[in-house]
């Protein structure tokens, strides 16, 4: 019988694999992704209460809002990659040191 | 093994192992593709727990919007044609200790917790989610709205090319 707990163990192994690539990934684009994974993760959970509690669809609505939010996100974000990109030639964060003194 | 328990185990499975391929893989445009796989077997998951609704958007949005806006971020920030997508890892030792300590904190949670178990019977949601959307959540919908509107403003204009700089 696959219960809540099933889900919630799926998505944080699901969160935990967006933290690994967060922390080690030096390609822009790459963080990007793994931000995605992260906020899949917390969707799977939302949906998850939603379905084994009495509390109705809540849970479902608010996991809309964490997808337009991330839509949101993803535009602004890539805008920045790009203009890094455009001034320093390369995709990589350890080279975003401009306000570096 | 009850239908529905192997059908979870096949989708958590291919979430997983796609989402470790994005991760781990050594080359930017197979974590891309891999990401793809990642989000169809999300929305599977969602099908299992009866959120049709939302399995139907997590396939528009994501699939259609937000993995088409990272491939263009992969294709403009990188040479394609020489194939030189490469994408390294820093300290990888103690990312993977992070990592996995969240894990195990996390999943001990999870398990170890009384969850309620009241069960809500699988039914079409969508309408119920559009009254919602319209009745209890109108301010955080009309927020969203704006919210969207004003973050594509914002990054037309990061990327615009001014003149006089």
Partial sequence: MIGVGHYLVVAAALFSLGVLGLLTRRNAVSVLMSIELILNAANVNLVAFS??????????????????????????????????????????????????G | MSGEAVVFWVFAALTLGSAAVVVLSRTLIYSAFALLATFFGVAALYVLLGADFLAATQLLIYVGGILVLLLFGVMLTHRIHDLDLRSGAIQPASGVIVALGLFVILAALALKTEWPAAERLPAPTTAEIGRLFLGKFLLPFEAASVLLLVALMGAALIVRRRRDA
Avoid: C, H, M, W
Avoid at chain 1, 64 to 73: G, K, P, Q, S
């Fill in chain 1, 51 to 100: 379905r084994y509690s009495a509390g109705g669809l809540g849970g479902q609505v608010f996991a809309a809002f964490v997808i337009v939010v991330a839509a949101a996100e993803v535009a602004v974000a890539l805008a920045i990659v790009l203009t890094l990109y455009r001034l320093r030639r390369t995709p990589n964060l350890d080279d975003a040191d401009i306000l570096k």
